[in-house]
């Protein structure tokens, strides 16, 4: 039986590219806690800052972050909407492998219950 799964397209493939790398991970890690300017973020990374910020950037198209700018202070905030498309392809994908385990598991008991009798 074929069943249809939603296409979530490039949205959750930014999404997990961006969360690949231990840097943006850490940097939105930094978020939750409060808004951050782009120093505040780059501080503990030993990185040029035009390389940190296209982390940032990284980040801003995947949607996980949004920024302002204040005159020459730009503030990223974190934007947990940006989850969603991953959050629904790991539901979708844990739900398909619970229905296949079920399965197994039900194939199993009735071949173990077949040679029993």
Do not use: C
């Not at 590219?17 to 806690?33: F, G, H, M, N, Q």
């Not at 995947?62 to 005159?71: E, H, I, P, Y």
């Not at 947990?80 to 385990?101: F, H, I, K, N, V």
């Amino acid at each position: 039986m074929l069943r249809r799964v939603p296409n979530y397209g490039d949205r959750v493939d930014e999404v997990f590219k961006a969360l690949s790398d231990p840097t943006r991970r850490k940097v939105i890690e930094r978020l939750v806690s409060s808004p951050a300017t782009t120093s505040e973020l780059a501080e503990p990374f030993e990185m040029a800052l035009p390389s940190f910020t296209q982390h940032l950037g990284v980040l801003e198209r995947a949607g996980l972050v949004t920024s302002t700018k204040q005159g020459r202070v730009r503030t990223y905030r974190l934007s947990p909407a940006g989850l969603d498309s991953a959050q629904g392809w790991l539901a979708d994908q844990r739900r398909l492998w619970e229905t296949r385990l079920d399965q197994l598991d039900a194939f199993l008991i009735r071949q173990q219950q077949e040679k029993q009798q």
